[in-house]
């Protein structure tokens, strides 16, 4: 059961991830591609390890993620999720050390549809007196 590959799937915004974690060395691969390459921004690239320095195994597993839909933040997102999820499956002890750092919470903010009459979801056309 250990060497099976744990597996959970995360989501953020209009992006869904796959991911595996596979004991290992502490490779991340995203899209078949080392997420270095697939996040070119730092930002993205801490946000995805996050959830893994968190509970000390960042050398400890190998993650592989399919990621599709939405943009770029979405998708870190998505990983970040899937990452946290399956570490819980793993160990059930780090629920309380990724819930509190906001690694399992779903964050639901997506974009807001355009209402008939307005330019975007809230813009109103110029107002004009005469």
Request: proline fraction near 5%.
């Amino acid at each position: 059961m250990a060497t099976d590959p744990l597996k959970a799937v995360g989501r953020r915004k209009e992006a869904v991830a796959r991911v595996r974690l596979s004991p290992g060395e502490g490779r991340i691969t995203i899209n078949e591609r080392e997420f270095r390459e697939y996040f070119p921004r730092r930002l993205l690239q801490q946000v995805v390890v996050a959830p893994l320095k968190a509970v000390d195994a960042l050398k400890r597993f190998d993650v592989a993620a399919r990621v599709e839909g939405g943009g770029i933040s979405g998708q870190a997102g998505a990983v970040v999720q899937g990452i946290a999820r399956a570490l819980v499956s793993n160990d059930p002890e780090t629920r309380g050390t990724l819930k509190s750092g906001g690694f399992l919470t779903r964050d639901a903010r997506a974009k807001e549809r355009k209402k008939p009459g307005l330019k975007r979801a809230r813009k109103a056309p110029q107002y004009t007196k005469r």
